[in-house]
């Protein structure tokens, strides 16, 4: 896939070099984090334990949860989940999918990695643990396993919530176990495209593709949050975690990340010990960015997270870590608007082909949808006309042409799978199993 040229035109490269005029004094303190992957030594970091409004990185946590429990033989990764009601309310980012739409737990995943959609997180949740709420519980306990210490969750998508926060340290921590525990789901990180049928889905990462041993993990957004980033790459045999959080912007996010990478690859030795010895922040509630990120007067950030649910994979240079001698970055701002092409990885709506397995689903999908459901919409704007809806009722195989249905085309495409969809009995969320209960089919 190549990204359209009007990203890389003369006048864009100024447009991007004005945002982030706009925006450059508040990047000043924004906790940063960068980190031996082998060795979990912190070689850098500035606030890197005060609370922080995590956005979607909080899907990196979901994700944990969920591979977790295929290895507890909960499910697998292609039971079909169910899109609820409460689910598909969701606020964007979002795939869009009508409440019944089956999604296997893999497509699902590359998915939350990719387009980062909150109303797929949900349908995570519920199918896995029966409710969003009991998801939450599941989230904590696990951060609690893992040595998260200024973590708590309450939904599985990051859309804000005075008591959903984390921190640096954390995001670095469940990003290095994530890549220790599941090695073997390594490449869900560093996806630069999905398509599903004849739409591409670009990553928001805009590290991917651009900054040389880039490979994962996840970016987020929300106005309280600001410009978040958990980013890895690899050099020389060598794989760094690097973690921005609050940038003004995702141009400047990138280029900060970039920095980082930079500044760490070329430090041997030293830094500020393992990630657990870390001092403790004396701040005990995370700052609201809402008025610095998504003010009048700051604009040109809002109009940049626009263009991220539009899969437009673009960034600009920022400031680097103090604690590094700085070294000019790899990345200019030209290469970061360059066109990137990425062979996009085929998912697909439904269960797989001869799936004869249980179908998960939230504990009641037909329960009304709660006020939590809808709040915070305002954070993010509603999907445009560019933002497809889609229900599939089958999977889709074969190569397919990287062409945009139309409005009409998609109102047809919704028309005829409503129409089709087999009816399916659904089995009840993936909860854990009794000692003497027998595991769901995984056949």
Not at 107 to 127: C, F, G, Q, R, W
Not at 417 to 443: E, F, G, I, N, Y
Request: hydrophobic share 45%; with cysteine.
């Amino acid at each position: 896939m190549t990204l359209p040229a009007s990203l890389t035109t003369p006048i864009r490269v100024a447009a991007l070099l004005g945002a982030l005029a706009l925006t450059a004094g508040a990047a000043a303190a924004n906790p940063s984090l960068v980190v031996d992957f082998d060795t979990g030594q912190a070689l850098s970091e500035v606030d890197a334990t005060e609370p922080w409004y995590p956005a979607s990185l909080t899907k990196l946590v979901t994700t944990y949860v969920a591979l977790q429990a295929v290895r507890d033989g909960r499910l697998t990764l292609d039971t079909p989940l169910t899109m609820s009601a409460r689910a598909a309310a969701a606020p964007a980012s979002k795939m869009g999918f009508v409440p019944g739409t089956e999604v296997t737990l893999d497509n699902a995943l590359k998915m939350l990695m990719v387009k980062s959609p909150n109303d797929v997180a949900i349908m995570i949740a519920e199918s896995l643990s029966g409710s969003v709420e009991a998801f939450a519980d599941e989230m904590n306990a696990t951060a609690r396993k893992l040595g998260m210490r200024e973590s708590h969750f309450v939904n599985p998508n990051g859309l804000h919530d005075p008591n959903h926060f984390s921190s640096a340290r954390d995001m670095a921590i469940v990003a290095r176990a994530l890549l220790l525990d599941f090695p073997d789901q390594r490449d869900l990180y560093d996806i630069g495209a999905l398509q599903l049928g004849r739409i591409i889905i670009a990553n928001h990462n805009g590290l991917i593709g651009r900054y040389p041993g880039a490979d994962g993990m996840k970016t987020g957004f929300t106005c309280p949050a600001g410009f978040n980033v958990v980013a890895t790459a690899t050099r020389g045999g060598r794989r760094l975690i690097v973690v921005v959080l609050g940038a003004p912007s995702p141009l400047e996010r990138t280029l900060e990340a970039a920095r980082l990478f930079d500044a760490g690859f070329a430090k041997s030795g030293g830094g500020e010990g393992p990630l657990e010895s870390l001092p403790d922040s004396t701040i005990t509630s995370a700052p609201d960015m809402r008025g610095e990120i998504c003010s009048r007067r700051n604009r040109a950030a809002v109009l940049a997270a626009e263009e991220e649910d539009v899969g437009a994979a673009t960034s600009v240079t920022g400031r680097g870590a103090s604690a590094f001698v700085r070294a000019p970055t790899q990345m200019t701002v030209e290469d970061a608007v360059k066109p990137v092409h990425f062979d996009p990885v085929p998912i697909f709506i439904g269960p797989k082909p001869g799936w004869t397995g249980p179908v998960l689903a939230a504990k009641d999908a037909g329960e009304p949808t709660p006020e939590a459901a809808r709040a915070y919409a305002a954070d993010r704007a509603s999907p445009t006309a560019s933002v497809e809806t889609l229900s599939a009722p089958a999977a889709l195989k074969g190569a397919l042409k990287a062409v945009k249905l139309t409005p009409l085309s998609a109102r047809l495409h919704k028309r005829f799978a409503a129409k089709t969809a087999p009816k399916r009995t659904v089995a009840a969320s993936a909860k854990k199993p009794a000692a003497d209960a027998p595991l769901p089919s995984t056949r």
